[in-house]
Nanobody, 123 residues
């Protein structure tokens, strides 16, 4: 069964850091671009970050540039991470991992989604 599993969410403080991980299983995702999206209560799901299949290029929405860093595990291309620094209360959302989409320029998410992990940032 092909699936994406997120981990690492939780409660953070404003100015602090959290690290999310997404592990893909059931298929080799090394040739797929992967991305992170988030959805806050009452809002639409939005793009956060994306990374190319080789991990050489990353893309970010403006609100997280300079604070979030997406990376691909060097030893396991099926795992990606989202390092979130300088957290803000407005980063509070459910964060979803996505695979196989387009994440540069016009963003088109892939069809495969994780179950989501909650990130809550207190002020």
């Amino acid at each position: 069964q092909v699936q994406l599993v997120e981990s690492g969410g939780g409660l953070g403080q404003a100015g602090g850091s959290l690290r999310l991980s997404c592990a893909a299983s059931g298929r080799t995702f090394g040739n797929y671009a992967m991305g992170w999206f988030r959805q806050a209560p009452g809002k639409e799901r939005e793009f956060v970050a994306g990374i190319t299949s080789g991990g050489s290029y990353t893309y970010y929405t403006d609100s997280v540039k300079g604070r979030f860093t997406m990376s691909r595990d060097n030893n396991d291309k099926n795992t990606v991470h989202l390092q979130m620094n300088s957290l803000k209360p407005e980063d509070t959302a459910v964060y979803y991992c996505n695979a196989g989409g387009v994440y540069s320029g016009a963003v088109y998410p892939g069809v495969l989604w994780g179950q989501g992990t909650q990130v809550t940032v207190s002020s």
